[in-house]
């Protein structure tokens, strides 16, 4: 029997005070330069988190890779996530972007 289960926790019960201390510790804003390999998928690093890299093949798929990328590097509980803002380009117009032509450097905040 688990820690959490002695103190009457269910596995998958959503901790408020987790979810806030998971919130404090996630940046607010983060540098990430997204570029295109040799073999045409998209290539992004977040620069402020050494070693957090990923990959994907198109603007949607990058950016839904990006955020799970940030939350994998901050070992973010999958349970907690849907309870957490996007990271997503600052701009309307880097949005579009992102869709269209992904290529550059954007700074991501938290929606």
Do not use: H
Not at 44 to 52: D, R, V
């Amino acid at each position: 029997m688990s820690i959490l289960s002695q103190l009457g926790f269910r596995k998958k019960e959503i901790i408020p005070e987790v979810l806030q201390s998971i919130i404090w510790k996630l940046p607010d804003r983060l540098d990430i330069q997204i570029k295109k390999s040799r073999t045409g998928s998209l290539y992004a690093t977040i620069k402020e988190l050494p070693g957090c890299f990923t990959q994907g093949d198109s603007g949607p798929e990058i950016y839904t890779m990006i955020n799970d990328a940030i939350y994998t590097y901050f070992e973010v509980p999958k349970e907690y996530i849907p309870f957490l803002s996007p990271y997503m380009p600052e701009s309307q117009e880097k949005r579009k972007e992102l869709g269209i032509s992904p290529e550059g450097q954007f700074n991501f905040k938290r929606a």
